[in-house]
């Protein structure tokens, strides 16, 4: 199924707030450790099939941010070596089960559709809007003038380190939305020189809040390792609720996301300030959850899990709680 389709049960609330804002972006700052939520379906569409993205590269990112998400994104839909598990494709499974969830509660272990994510298009774009971008302007202006209006791609705009994205770093590090005709798209930034305490935790000390392990990245860069884990957040609440009418909790114009809801979880055992357990590389000390492409292996965040409506993380299985 092609990414942009017909929508039949946009509220009109939604219409007008799209008529005169040029994008809104979603994703409600939440704590699941003092809040508590629950993630349900609203009747509207997820994004199935094939998601075509359209990278847009905006800046001078560093090479290994590029060969680290580009693997990332190769990984999900990939078995990988039966012999080298947790696989980031067990994870992406969790993500494919809503198909099932639209239809009532999924069982545990039945196979759900396919959804494939494929980089249909790349593009760098050299600054070309200034170095302070808003979602609101920048963001829908930079998307027609390179994209031209294809609708059959989803545009994911990664910023370089010295870029300042308006919105990112404040609560959420990534974010997604719609702007005209109901077209998406999915921006991350680079937490490495704006807000390494606040978008680069878990590896890098928390700015506020209780102080927690910190962890090694398993790819040596901070910066990528921790994007990462903003585009696997904002990928999970792309696809789960890509026109603010699919799954979330809380209210429609401020939702609680399939990603959203377990902001902060990344193993058994998480509390403020502590992501959980995961795995350590004996020899380089790095942490890890999940293996990928080319070696690769990635630190995954948890995401709502709809077979049991609580928060999963790919380790649970491996570490008794």
Known sequence: ?????????????????????????????????????????????????????????YGKP?????????????TLNMEGDKKVQPHVSRWWNVVESYQLAMKGKPAIGVESPKIEVKVAKEDTIDYAYGKVLTTQYDIPRLIKDVNHGDPNVLPLIITAKDVSMHGLCAGKCADHGIFENNKGFIVIGDPEIECPGACGWPFHEVDAGPKGPVFKPPNKNMAADAMVVALASALVNTITNPQNTGFYGGIEF?????ATACKGIFGPEA?????????????????????????????LPAIWNPATSTCWTITSRYFST
């Open 62 to 74: 560093e090479e290994i941010q590029r060969e680290v998400i580009m693997d990332f994104l190769q």
């Open 271 to 299: 509390a403020p300030g502590n992501p959980g357990k995961v795995f350590t590389d004996r020899k380089t000390g790095e942490n890890f959850s999940a293996h990928g492409n080319n070696g690769r292996r990635f630190l």
């Open 1 to 57: 199924m092609a990414y942009f389709f017909s929508i039949h049960l946009v509220s009109l609330n939604l219409l007008l707030l799209i008529y005169f804002i040029p994008s809104i972006c979603y994703g409600a700052t939440f704590d699941p450790f003092t809040e508590k939520t629950k993630i349900t379906y609203h009747d509207g569409p997820i994004l199935t099939g094939t998601v075509n993205l359209h990278l847009i590269w």
């Open 254 to 258: 401020d939702p609680i996301e399939s």
